[in-house]
């Protein structure tokens, strides 16, 4: 690894039109727990200041960390490595104290301003919103796979991946506290995305690659759309593929090395357009809410959202109660009311595997959670088959949560973690197991990485469920996923662990200073 080329983690596009947003202040409702409830959040008006808000409480920096001469910056979305593959675009009509124009802007993190890319014709964007509710935005994301590659080479495509995920949890939550709701769209292929964000025009191993569509809809349910498309009409594409785009992106590394093999794989899961992927109004929701862990703890999300860190040690003492437990893995299935998860239009591919270590009144062992009632024959099919399949505890109704098998999994889930402490010095650990083969059966490859945005998105909902627990957790990217199937007796590719997770009692490393998040701004 070659620590003096490492990529700057900012994208700029110099020479574009700059608009600085503002720095808001955290308050105290809504409270983390009513994101999760029925809906009642009033709808917040899109304006410079709500605009300024979803971006600082999604994508912006958060603080920066010191240790001697080194510093770096940490961001309201996790990344692995902490290199931040993932940049965002905003895709809007005129808003209000902010712009007088439609555009395209890229957001950048390290000034928290919208950086203006192209002006679009007010016709034009009321044919590209034309099938959304007045008033909606759009977010599209897209990935520099060299960001990643830099440090850990082929895997570089799964950890983007899982970080587009944790970024589209990110401005879900961020939303959900306006009042907004967050789709992912699937009507616009990956090249015209491209096009739309000038992505066509950059090239080499620094360009980056469309990811995904989000609909940001400050609308209620009864005035969302069956449908939700979105449309780029051809002559559209034709005008804004020839322009020059304002601004131009910067160099993040002076020399680079090739891995052409995520390009190889980029190119064959690009999405061509597959309208199964559209979002209906279907509820994928097999759950109620008829449990009883509704009590709101009346923690600020705010708060939660931007004081969200990754463990980088666990105490290998805290426990956390069962009532605790039993509401994070509510909170992260598909249930009724508000649902961070309804982002995604597909009925849920993951189910969790657990090591409980330290969680009061349950055993320690291996647990099950079956995220749709429809995994479960498969599962059934695909465990060992002497796993005791028991309701824990005092279990809420309507999760589907299963003792395997009692166990003292300290050791095999530091193993299987490729030997990380943080596995095993927590109050849980989990693999998140994906349905693989049945997945990539009915859609193909395009849903090999919507698997990780999956995970990524689960993982989102435990860093915050875990603040809001007053604990913190990690995302683990590291692990040995055949060790994690051999204790699962998992034999070929039904279920495949996608992406690790442990959440316990952190341990702070008194070495590094903490500094405010944009201290070099006035
Ligand atoms: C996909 C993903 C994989 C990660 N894998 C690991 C890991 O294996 N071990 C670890 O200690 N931290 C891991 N992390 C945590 C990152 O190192 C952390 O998010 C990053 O340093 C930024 O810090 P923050 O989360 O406190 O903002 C992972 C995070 C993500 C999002």
Known sequence: MDWDNQPDPFRRYDQSLTLPLEHPQITKTPTYDSLFDTWQEPITPINRDSISRLFYESLAISAWKQAGENRWSLRVNPSSGDLHPTE?????????????????????????????????????????????????????????????????????????????????????????????????????????????????????????????????????????????????????????????????????????????????????????????????????????????????????????????????????????????????????????????????????????????????????????????????????????????????KDCPESLHLYLLQYANAIDAARTINCHQDIAADGAFALGMLAEFDASLEQYGALFYPRLFWETGLIGQILYLEAEAAGIQSTGIGCFFDDAMHEVLGISDHSWQSLYHFTVGGPVDDPRLQTLPSYWYLK
């Open 88 to 392: 965002a675009y905003l895709i809007a009509g005129p808003i209000k104290d902010l712009s007088d124009v439609t555009a395209v802007y890229h957001y950048s993190a390290y000034a928290h301003a919208l950086e203006r890319r192209i002006i679009l014709t007010n016709e034009e964007w009321k044919a590209i919103n034309q099938n959304l509710p007045p008033g909606s935005l759009l977010i599209s994301l897209t990935s520099i796979y060299w960001r990643e590659s830099w440090k850990y080479g082929e895997r570089a495509f799964r950890y983007c991946h899982h970080d587009v995920g944790h970024a589209i949890g990110a401005i879900t939550f961020a939303a959900a506290a306006l009042g907004w709701k967050t789709r992912l769209i699937h009507s616009v292929t990956d090249n015209d995305l491209a096009i739309l964000l000038g992505l066509h025009q950059q090239k080499g191993i620094e360009a980056e690659h469309p990811d995904c569509l989000l609909a940001i809809l400050p609308t209620d349910e009864n005035n969302t759309p069956a449908d939700l498309i979105v449309n780029l009409s051809a002559t559209l594409l034709k005008r804004v593929k020839d322009i020059e785009f304002e601004g131009s992106p910067n160099t993040l590394s002076s020399h680079h090395h090739e891995w052409p093999i995520i390009d190889t794989v980029a190119e064959a899961c690009r999405f061509n357009g597959d309208s199964s992927l559209i979002q209906k109004r279907v509820p994928s929701v097999k759950y109620n809410n008829e449990n009883k862990l509704d009590n709101d703890r009346r923690v600020s999300a705010r708060k939660i959202i931007r004081q969200r860190r990754s463990a980088l040690a666990m105490d290998g003492h805290s426990t956390i109660s069962k009532e605790s437990f039993y509401r994070m893995m509510v909170h992260v299935s598909p249930h009724l009311g508000k649902n961070i998860i309804a982002v995604l239009p597909w009925h849920a591919r993951v189910s969790l595997a657990i090591f409980i270590h330290r969680v009061d009144d349950l055993p320690a062992g291996l647990y099950l959670l079956v995220r749709d009632p429809d995994h479960e024959p498969s599962l059934r099919k695909a465990l060992r088959s002497d796993f005791s399949w028991d309701k824990p």
